[in-house]
């Protein structure tokens, strides 16, 4: 199958409605990563989904909709859903509700939920609007690789696999829809994403975060989101994060990046734009400013793709502190580094 990359006209639009339409998949961008569509109310479209991504069965997809009304064909709406959806759609936020019967288990996984969301890009959109079928859409990389945020990150995962990509550009936000859990008590966010916690409280009062988001699965953990329990996010090459005071982490940095080097590794660091140039001789790879955590999401994954473009082995990153939309961002980058972290403090000690 030839892949085709379409810039976002009305030609394009009316081509990807007819594949979808005729149940083939098509991958689109959104505000927060590129999706890869098909109808959500045909099983065998979605199953195709899992086959191009090589994702397993049990991870449900999210239901993309650009109208109130198309609910109705998914989901039972409880109330605090309504208020959600009044304050945050369109936009990054996808809720877990109760599923009606039309919705195929090949979309669901078997579950009783679905996921939803009402993307706010106007491609997006304009898509949805163009085929008016609500459209299951995954990120649209291989499975375990990052998100892609760019149409070229698509076609390099799936050039071959699907007949159309629709260029729209690179994303706002550049990581995934915060999934939010309104169907099991006090609202839960199972993944965090742009909607960020206190955005929501300020909405519906106290919500939970899963214990997950920060960590490992543990033995006998069940995934409240199937997608957590997967390796994901990760480069090919071996990330550690470095923690601790910007005083203590460029030095260590400097540090870690020279052993490696000496050990035979094509090294290099994830660092603030204001640490760059004391960074220099150590291949820099600028993830935004240390005060713009919505900047260092808008890049993360294009990073991480580029050190396996540059065949980087070992790389060490900075953090950022894991609140507001910097939650997402550790959620992402603790998953990309296999939780794999390092106190510079010690690394200074070390080397004395
Ligand atoms: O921003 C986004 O959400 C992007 C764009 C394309 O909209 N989509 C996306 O989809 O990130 P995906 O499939 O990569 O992630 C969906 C996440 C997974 O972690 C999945 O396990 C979870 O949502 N999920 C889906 N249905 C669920 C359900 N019924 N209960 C719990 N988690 C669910
Ligand atoms: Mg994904």
Redesign the pocket.
Known sequence: MTTQVLPADDNALALAARLLAEGKLVAFP?E????LGANALDAQAAMGIFAAKGRPAD????A?IHDGSQLELLCDVPPIAEKLMNAFWPG?L?L?MPRRPGVPDAV?AG?D???V?M?SHPVAMALLKAVNLPIA???ANRSGKP?PTAARHVLDDMDGRIPLIIDGGSCDVGL??T?L?VCHGRPCI??P?GITRDMLESVVGPVDVAGSVLRPLQEGETA?????RYRHYSPDGQVTLVEGGESDVVPALVQLYRHAEDNGHRACVMCFTEHVPALAGCRPHDIGSKDRPEEVAQRLFDTLRRLDDEHMDVIFSEVVPAEGVGLAVMNRLGRAAAFRSIRARDVLEQAR
């Open positions: 959104t927060t990563v590129y999706g991870n449900p997809l999210i993309h990054p996808t877990i669901t579950l939920t679905v996921a969301r993307p859409a995954p990120s998100s995934e829809s999934v859990d199972l993944r994403g409240l989101s199937p997608g957590m």
